[in-house]
């Protein structure tokens, strides 16, 4: 998961009094998780360490002195013994994570034994917590402290900036591989976007706790660091310089580090006061009764009635996610066909109901008045009639909602739907609940949502719509809201079908026209022909994390599902699949967590890397965020993350929707692409055969110059029967795949073997420039 700026998911705090806490320092709060364990879990099989909790409060005591330490007493939290439990830790990291802000800090120390376990040919890398059970971790792999939760739960979602420090023990054990030895996974590298790493390296296990320094080896040189060795002329020990003193000792195998800007000036320690008498001048340089807290989010105090609200419109049921012939909510049934969208009167009645009010409708104004398009039961026009009558200014542009007081049923709520240049659609709910009008402004905002929304999709969809159009209206929701969303857009993303349209190789002669690979492509069951485009769209509303999740959650069904039907089509001894193309987000390709998944994924459903290409959307800018710093270069930033990547993974990288948004030869040209796809809305551009002819000079670039032995392949994407461009003409660029139905495939959950001779030989011949129909066999 990837970092967030504040304006996209930083946590709201409530609303605090100025009051003083001389430990808080400027920039935000500043949180420590301090962990020492001895024991080796259940049945790790390691030896008792003999210093590691001792080290966990010596750096605990060196953090919080209250003289020289930088961190406050009440936000450090030492966990040692049976008290650093794997669940307890995760709980508290998750919390601190949560409620973070882009202005805090938060360090992590960890001494202890580690352990690498490998399951079905994947590794997984553990913190060895005394409740660790080895044997559990195949069929339940979450129990204990893994490193993946570490990086991509904490690390890469701390809205702040966080340091980690591991020394830890047998760091290289592969459990189950008698003495084999690995290196464990890294934690930090060059796209890791805010925070710094400091640990130890021992490949090869063994005790790093000597007699006589009576600490871990590299906690008495953090500990030396700490305690002034490693500080600056003013007497400060930055989390820079300290991993700078520890790193220059003699240590053999030199501790793996990696440092972002802000590690180098984040004050840990200031050993300095003990002589300079100084008081902290530059982390704590107001007053002591001067505190810096964060602006409270004016949603917060309304955060629980909105939930509220929307349990009654969305009400759960026992299955996650419903299929489309399910019941889905629990105001409208299905029927036999399956759901249906909610009729005008079931739709208001089921706002009067959540709503709490005596009554509802819809009414239509216009220049001469207004009509009722839907009521509730004891809604009375007539007694009604002049109050709405008098309020139809209100109900023109601009939109207002409002609240008509002391009238003889009681309060009266308007709300604009939806306003046309002589007509404006209005919601009128009688005597609605006083907690859900005390949410205001966004109650209008809800109710559009709601009203806009067929409610014939699965619950969790309907709510992800509202609160998604809360997030455009408003920006940053409270902590309770945005995770409720993440929560239910998790759900409805992993429970996406994949469906597979063929890459099709054209030519000439009919034998030499065939698949040449598939793209794999969501649908919300494998029976629904249309994209979920506006499910996929709204992750980029809420930031980078609801991307990298939408993406990681295709990315495993669509290699799972690939590797599932290829065994289908094929059986147990046919050879190698097929290359597969999946799509994927600028940003999910900067996450390391994403990336970490993407290894994972192919080598466990045993698919040979080089035939996995991912498809990155021309829709998404290559730029970077507020909090980072790509240099002037970005395209070539983003080249070398994508040779990173390449190298390490052995995968393919191709451009995709050539022709719309962020489109550039720049980026098509300067990218280290296999594959270049042109989208469909290009072929329909009155200058669309000169845009292919670029295309195709762009591809065969690299060889022209000598960069490369190979052009990268060109696919046209939407190629119908119709298109105004000709698979005659296409050949003749020199393009030699298409994709769309004229090749008469079309998405399907199942792969096939070939074409059909018929539909080879009809391709053929219009790549040969015949035209005429498909004849169909008797």
């Given at each position: 998961m990837a970092n967030a700026e504040s304006n996209q998911i930083a946590a709201a705090r409530s609303p605090v009094s100025l009051m003083a806490v001389e430990a808080e320092p400027v920039g935000g709060r500043r949180v420590a998780v301090i962990v020492g364990?001895?024991?080796?879990?259940?049945?790790?099989?390691?030896?008792?360490?003999?210093?590691?909790?001792?080290?966990?409060?010596?750096?605990?005591?060196?953090?919080?002195?209250?003289?020289?330490?930088?961190?406050?007493?009440?936000?450090?939290?030492?966990?040692?013994?049976?008290?650093?439990?794997?669940?307890?830790?995760?709980?508290?990291?998750?919390?601190?994570?949560?409620?973070?802000?882009?202005?805090?800090?938060?360090?992590?120390?960890?001494?202890?034994?580690?352990?690498?376990?490998?399951?079905?040919?994947?590794?997984?890398?553990?913190?060895?917590?005394?409740?660790?059970?080895?044997?559990?971790?195949?069929?339940?792999?979450?129990?204990?402290?893994?490193?993946?939760?570490?990086?991509?739960?904490?690390?890469?979602?701390?809205?702040?900036?966080?340091?980690?420090?591991?020394?830890?023990?047998?760091?290289?054990?592969?459990?189950?591989?008698?003495?084999?030895?690995?290196?464990?996974?890294?934690?930090?590298?060059?796209?890791?976007?805010?925070?710094?790493?400091?640990?130890?390296?021992?490949?090869?296990?063994?005790?790093?706790?000597?007699?006589?320094?009576?600490?871990?080896?590299?906690?008495?040189?953090?500990?030396?660091?700490?305690?002034?060795?490693?500080?600056?002329?003013?007497?400060?020990?930055?989390?820079?310089?300290?991993?700078?003193?520890?790193?220059?000792?003699?240590?053999?195998?030199?501790?793996?580090?990696?440092?972002?800007?802000?590690?180098?000036?984040?004050?840990?320690?200031?050993?300095?006061?003990?002589?300079?008498?100084?008081?902290?001048?530059?982390?704590?340089?107001?007053?002591?009764?001067?505190?810096?807290?964060?602006?409270?989010?004016?949603?917060?105090?309304?955060?629980?009635?909105?939930?509220?609200?929307?349990?009654?419109?969305?009400?759960?049921?026992?299955?996650?996610?419903?299929?489309?012939?399910?019941?889905?909510?629990?105001?409208?049934?299905?029927?036999?066909?399956?759901?249906?969208?909610?009729?005008?009167?079931?739709?208001?009645?089921?706002?009067?109901?959540?709503?709490?009010?005596?009554?509802?409708?819809?009414?239509?104004?216009?220049?001469?008045?207004?009509?009722?398009?839907?009521?509730?039961?004891?809604?009375?026009?007539?007694?009604?009639?002049?109050l709405l009558r008098g309020t139809a200014q209100y109900t023109s542009f601009p939109l207002r909602s409002h609240v008509l007081e002391g009238t003889s049923v009681g309060r009266v709520l308007c709300v604009p739907l939806r306003h046309g240049l002589e007509t404006s659609l209005v919601l009128v709910v009688v005597n609605p609940a006083q907690a859900l009008l005390d949410i205001g402004e966004p109650l209008a905002k809800i109710l559009e949502a709601i009203w806009a929304n067929d409610l014939s999709g699965p619950v969790e969809e309907g709510e992800i719509a509202v609160l998604t159009a809360l997030r455009e209206s408003f920006g940053r929701l409270p902590p309770r809201l945005y995770s409720r969303c993440f929560e239910l857009y998790r759900q409805v993303v992993g429970s996406f079908s994949m469906v597979f349209q063929p890459i099709v190789a054209i030519d000439g002669m009919q034998q030499y026209v065939d698949i040449h690979s598939y793209e794999a492509l969501a649908r919300l069951n494998a029976a629904d022909p249309r994209a979920p485009r506006d499910l996929i769209r709204l992750a980029h509303v809420w930031g980078d994390e609801f991307v990298i999740e939408r993406d990681e959650a295709i990315l495993r069904k669509a290699i799972q599902s690939y590797a599932e039907a290829h065994r289908q089509c094929y059986g147990d001894n046919a050879g190698a699949p097929r290359p597969v193309s999946i799509n994927v987000a600028v940003r999910s390709l900067l996450s390391n967590p994403y990336v970490?998944?993407?290894?994972?994924?192919?080598?466990?459903?045993?698919?040979?890397?080089?035939?996995?290409?991912?498809?990155?959307?021309?829709?998404?800018?290559?730029?970077?965020?507020?909090?980072?710093?790509?240099?002037?270069?970005?395209?070539?930033?983003?080249?070398?993350?994508?040779?990173?990547?390449?190298?390490?993974?052995?995968?393919?990288?191709?451009?995709?929707?050539?022709?719309?948004?962020?489109?550039?030869?720049?980026r098509m040209a300067e990218l280290p692409l296999t594959q270049i796809k042109v989208d469909r809305a290009l072929l329909r551009h009155p200058l669309a055969y000169q845009e292919l002819e670029l295309v195709a000079k762009v591809a065969r670039h690299p060889v022209k110059i000598g960069q490369s032995p190979a052009r990268r392949s060109v696919v046209i994407e939407g190629v119908e029967d119709d298109s105004p461009i000709s698979l005659h003409r296409i050949y003749g660029l020199g393009i030699r795949h298409v994709q769309g139905f004229i090749t008469g495939e079309r998405p399907a959950p199942t792969i096939k073997r070939e074409i059909g001779r018929e539909m080879r030989e009809h391709l053929a011949s219009l790549v040969r420039g015949n035209r005429g129909p498909l004849r169909k066999s008797a």
């Open positions: 364990v001895n024991d080796c879990g259940l049945d790790a099989a390691l030896p008792s360490l003999r210093y590691a909790e001792g080290d966990a409060r010596a750096v605990h005591k060196a953090l919080t002195d209250p003289v020289t330490g930088g961190f406050a007493a009440a936000d450090v939290f030492l966990r040692t013994g049976a008290e650093a439990d794997a669940r307890g830790l995760r709980t508290q990291l998750r919390a601190i994570t949560e409620e973070s802000t882009s202005s805090d800090t938060l360090f992590i120390y960890f001494a202890g034994h580690a352990l690498t376990a490998d399951w079905h040919g994947i590794a997984d890398d553990y913190l060895v917590t005394p409740d660790l059970r080895r044997a559990a971790l195949n069929e339940h792999p979450d129990e204990g402290l893994r490193m993946a939760f570490l990086r991509g739960e904490v690390l890469d979602r701390f809205k702040g900036h966080a340091f980690l420090v591991l020394d830890w023990q047998h760091a290289g054990s592969y459990v189950g591989a008698g003495a084999e030895q690995i290196e464990m996974m890294r934690v930090g590298g060059r796209h890791s976007k805010q925070h710094s790493v400091l640990m130890a390296s021992p490949r090869k296990g063994g005790s790093r706790e000597p007699e006589p320094l009576g600490h871990g080896l590299l906690t008495k040189h953090v500990l030396d660091a700490l305690d002034g060795k490693a500080a600056d002329g003013e007497g400060l020990v930055t989390f820079g310089a300290m991993t700078d003193y520890v790193v220059e000792r003699d240590i053999d195998p030199e501790p793996d580090l990696f440092v972002q800007s802000r590690g180098t000036t984040t004050v840990l320690t200031r050993p300095g006061i003990r002589t300079s008498g100084a008081v902290g001048a530059v982390v704590d340089p107001l007053p002591a009764n001067v505190r810096i807290v964060d602006l409270a989010n004016p949603l917060e105090r309304s955060a629980a009635a909105i939930v509220e609200l929307l349990v009654r419109v969305f009400p759960r049921h026992t299955s996650p996610v419903r299929s489309p012939t399910s019941s889905t909510t629990g105001a409208f049934g299905a029927t036999s066909e399956g759901p249906h969208p909610a009729r005008k009167q079931e739709k208001t009645e089921l706002v009067r109901a959540a709503m709490e009010a005596d009554a509802a409708a819809v009414l239509e104004y216009t220049n001469s008045g207004f009509v009722t398009i839907s009521a509730t039961r004891r809604f009375h026009e007539d007694d009604l009639h002049y970490d998944a993407v290894e994972r994924t192919i080598a466990a459903a045993g698919l040979r890397p080089s035939s996995v290409t991912l498809e990155i959307s021309e829709q998404d800018p290559i730029e970077p965020r507020p909090y980072e710093f790509w240099g002037d270069d970005k395209l070539g930033y983003f080249h070398e993350r994508l040779v990173a990547i390449a190298d390490r993974l052995d995968i393919r990288f191709a451009v995709d929707d050539f022709g719309v948004e962020h489109s550039s030869v720049s």
